[in-house]
């Protein structure tokens, strides 16, 4: 895997143009050889350009292997390697160019020279919240493998790449490195269906661990490291209510270290390590305290408890007191992140609204709370402040009720039934085909919307427009 590492440094070698990274580029592709670069590149350049199509990421590829092989090549004018990259990143600057567009391309093309080499190494896409890759049958798998199995294969590592392209490097080539390999023995087999069941459960853990990984590093990349450490306390706090804080934070900051340190790691056993040990924390922590953990506690592998967990959707609340927003004094002290971390966890304890709601109120309510420490009197500020921010925290969780009422408590046939009871009680002289027209919008939104594990950057901008609609309404 160290060799997977070399890769990823030699990718950025030839986006900057640098020179003295030149004898690191040529190594590697003397130690990978041309097709094992080439299907690195391939997996590399997919994972960072998921917008980009199958032709324009094929494209790139060949160019960036072209290039590596004329400037390495014995007797390679010594300025080579600096004219072709940067003809390449030019190139990326025409208007018809055949590469893929990132979001901030245009930016950086405004730059010259090495400034807009850097620039264009530093882009990074959002997300991909929805993967749309579906596997194909066995048997059109193999169709497609016995046609070309070149083609086949850098196919199948671009679809997977831009899908899943937030999982760490490593797990991500790993996997598909193990595919294409199962894929070429079974499709020549004599029994390739019994070969692929058999192979299959061979992959299946790393299959997991790479689907699992792009998600919470998915989640990770839209929040950053704060925000998620607050999302994994507001959803372990909605998943066992009844635990205490002290019982939940450890854990919340245990996997947000994981993922700050997993997520963009070239090490092959980061995530394989780190998840199974912090699966041993949540069940010291919580399986004494929820049924729903100690059930999950009982699985077979860390994996499996890891997953059990992760899809443990929010528990009824307990019938607690209201919870009082904090002082100044506990604000503003040296115990301010202790303050604000017992807030989330008792706040969220009380309300099943999902966590991208949460989230998405508690920091703006947060950050004009700090501000108050900066004033003259934060008491004063404080007095001024939480009426108004305790109104909108309640108004913007009771429209997150409303909008997420029914959903996770019944099957989707019967949730749209009852919202559309709920909404022709509300709109009765609505037209048939208005009101069918809002359930299919409203019902879209929750069930992307009203889970516990909802994409957060999604949804954000469609909480946004929900809740513009209800104010209008």
Do not use: W
Not at 105 to 129: D, F, I, N, S, V
Not at 182 to 188: A, F, I, L, N, Q
């Amino acid at each position: 895997m160290k060799r997977i590492l070399f890769l990823l440094l030699t990718v950025h070698a030839l986006e900057r143009g640098r020179e003295y990274e030149k004898d690191k580029v040529c190594k590697e592709l003397t130690n990978f050889g041309k097709d094992d670069f080439t299907s690195l590149s391939m997996v590399l350049y997919s994972r960072k350009f998921p917008s980009g199509t199958f032709e324009q990421i094929s494209h790139l590829v060949k160019e960036v292997v072209s290039l590596t092989e004329a400037c390495c090549a014995e007797g390679a004018d010594p300025d080579c390697y600096d004219n072709r990259t940067s003809a390449l990143s030019a190139k990326s600057c025409d208007s018809d160019s055949p590469f893929p567009v990132h979001p901030g391309t245009a930016e950086c093309c405004t730059q010259e020279g090495l400034e807009r080499k850097l620039c264009m190494a530093a882009l990074k896409h959002q997300p991909q919240e929805f993967p749309t890759y579906v596997e194909p049958s066995n048997d059109e798998i193999c169709e497609a493998f016995r046609k070309d199995p070149k083609e086949f294969a850098n196919q199948f590592m671009y679809e997977y790449s831009i899908n899943y392209g937030q999982a760490p490097l490593p797990l991500l080539v790993s996997y598909t490195k193990s595919y294409l390999s199962m894929v070429g023995s079974c499709c020549t087999s004599s029994s390739p269906t019994i070969c692929f069941l058999k192979e299959r459960l061979q992959i299946k853990h790393l299959s997991l661990l790479t689907i699992m990984s792009n998600r919470i590093c998915s989640q990770y990349a839209a929040y950053e490291k704060e925000k998620s450490r607050l999302s994994h306390l507001i959803k372990l706090a909605q998943k066992a209510p009844t635990a205490n804080l002290e019982d939940v934070l450890p854990l919340a900051e245990d996997v947000t270290t994981i993922l700050s340190k997993c997520c963009g790691s070239t090490s092959e056993d980061c995530m394989a390590k780190e998840l199974p040990e912090h699966t041993v924390k949540i069940c010291d922590n919580l399986s004494t305290k929820n049924d729903k953990f100690r059930d999950c506690c009982q699985e077979r592998t860390p994996m499996d408890i890891f997953m059990c967990v992760y899809f443990t959707p929010a528990t009824q609340p307990p019938e607690l007191p209201e919870v009082a927003l904090p002082t100044s004094k506990d604000v503003c002290g040296k115990g301010n992140t202790k303050a604000m971390d017992r807030y989330t966890f008792e706040l969220s304890r009380r309300t099943d609204v999902p966590e991208v709601f949460l989230s998405k109120i508690l920091e703006p309510t947060f950050k004009s709370l700090g501000e108050c420490c900066d004033s003259k009197d934060p008491a004063v500020c404080f007095d001024a402040k939480v009426p108004q921010l305790k109104e909108e925290l309640s108004s913007f969780i009771d429209k997150g009720h409303e909008l997420c009422a029914d959903y996770s408590e019944n099957t989707f046939t019967e949730y749209k039934k009852k919202l559309t009871e709920r909404l022709r009680a509300k709109l009765p002289d609505a037209p048939d085909t208005e009101l069918e027209e809002l359930v299919e919008k409203r019902s879209d939104f929750a069930s992307k919307c009203c889970s516990i594990n909802s994409p957060p950057l999604y949804c954000d901008a469609k909480i946004d427009a929900e809740m513009k609609n209800n104010l209008q309404g």
